[in-house]
T-cell receptor, first 108, second 115 residues
Framework: GQQVMQIPQYQHVQEGEDFTTYCNSS?????IQWYKQRPGGHPVFLIQ?????EVKKQKRLTFQFGEAKKNSSLHITATQTTDVGTYFC????????FGTGTRLKVLA | DSGVTQTPKHLITATGQRVTLRCSPR?????VYWYQQSLDQGLQFLIQ???????AKGNILERFSAQQFPDLHSELNLSSLELGDSALYFC??????????????FGQGTRLTVV
């Protein structure tokens, strides 16, 4: 069955440092979505990528979809304490499966 | 506020019991997804409904069942509860299914504690 792995599992960074999480699938994806879950909160939709090689930016966040549509990355430039949380990718066609998540801690 | 409403917010029950979790999707959304999140764990996909019909099943136990009603609200029934069923159960909704308009909006979750 489809599996979606994320690395790293945890990341601690100093405020101002960059952060990247990677999402890797065993199968070709039709699209990929990214979500952020703050501690004690619910997942919140960030963005969706559909096209091979697609790159999208939201302020300090850059999202990429691999050329083979099997992997994706989320890069945060100059992290802030408000970036704390767990970042998940979500992929599938009907059975939308979440990646294992990357928990980000930002040290002030 | 995502527009997705889940009730109750908290539920404490004993082993062997049965509970029903309720979800009202955002207005206009036809898809409903159920996810289970154990403490500090990821989000496990349970089941998806679209416009009243089951669309996809994940790792949903036989003791669990769900349905989506004509008014599009959904219920997740958990029976013969075990301690390991304690988790946060999220409902999410989206406009579409498949690959179109599937951005999911999540409710606040129901925290189930089995004692």
């Amino acid at each position: 069955g489809q599996q979606v792995m994320q690395i790293p599992q945890y990341q601690h960074v100093q405020e101002g440092e960059d952060f990247t999480t990677y999402c890797n699938s065993s199968t070709t994806l039709s699209n990929i979505q990214w979500y952020k879950q703050r501690p004690g909160g619910h997942p919140v939709f960030l963005i969706q990528l559909v096209k091979s090689g697609e790159v999208k930016k939201q302020k300090r966040l850059t999202f990429q979809f691999g050329e083979a549509k099997k992997n994706s990355s989320l890069h945060i430039t100059a992290t802030q304490t408000t970036d704390v949380g767990t970042y998940f990718c979500r992929a599938g066609t009907y059975k939308y499966i979440f990646g294992t998540g990357t928990r980000l801690k930002v040290l002030a | 506020d995502s527009g997705v409403t889940q009730t109750p917010k908290h539920l404490i029950t004993a082993t062997g019991q049965r509970v029903t979790l309720r979800c009202s999707p955002r207005s206009g959304d036809l898809s409903v997804y159920w996810y289970q999140q154990s403490l500090d764990q990821g989000l496990q996909f349970l089941i998806q409904y679209y416009n009243g019909e089951e669309r996809a099943k994940g790792n949903i136990l036989e003791r669990f069942s769900a349905q989506q009603f004509p008014d599009l609200h959904s219920e997740l029934n958990l029976s013969s509860l075990e301690l390991g069923d304690s988790a946060l159960y999220f409902c999410a909704s989206s406009v579409g299914e498949g690959t179109v308009n599937t951005e999911a909006f999540f409710g606040q979750g129901t925290r189930l504690t089995v004692v």
